[in-house]
């Protein structure tokens, strides 16, 4: 069985004449973990087990993640149209708050096994920058403190760059145990 991890998150800055305008676009971050003997259904040792019990729950939390930062860019989107108010938007990112805690538990929760535990923090460490963003972005809609917005932005970036080193872990772990 091969892992394919695909996460969609949203990005929402872009300089303009006037200031910093807010607009959303959907970035795809498809990457594809594939040929890995590993993870192929063999049950040949318990070591294998544990590591595609892993895998298959580490990518139930990536599709999940995905899921929810692609709803939550729907919404950004309706604001961006101006089919939201600024006080509507700041109280729906509320709302996703507790949902990104949670994927950041189920991800700190994972048993991990040996040799991918850099996996998970840095995927913890996504989620945990991905909800600082969004936090962020709800100070902006409310106070319109753009520092706010700059920094909102700054800790979306952090997600997207810890989350590709996480998928790298992952990669550089299944090499590993796969020699």
Known sequence: ?????????SLFRVEAKTG????????????????FNTYQVLAQS????????FANSFQGIVDETGLLAHDYDAQVQKWQRGE???????????TYSPKYQALINRTNDLQTPAGYENVTNLYAKSLESELKSNI??????LNGNKTGSEASMQSLSDAFRYEIESFKAFNSAANATNK
């Open 1 to 9: 069985m091969a892992i394919n991890i695909t996460h969609f998150v």
């Open 20 to 35: 910093l305008l807010l607009l959303p676009f959907m970035v795809m971050i498809a990457i594809s973990f594939t040929n």
């Open 46 to 53: 318990p070591t294998q087990s544990n590591e595609q019990t």
């Open 84 to 94: 939201l108010s600024n006080e509507t938007m700041a109280s729906i990112t509320d």
């Open 136 to 141: 962020q972005f709800r100070d902006y809609l």
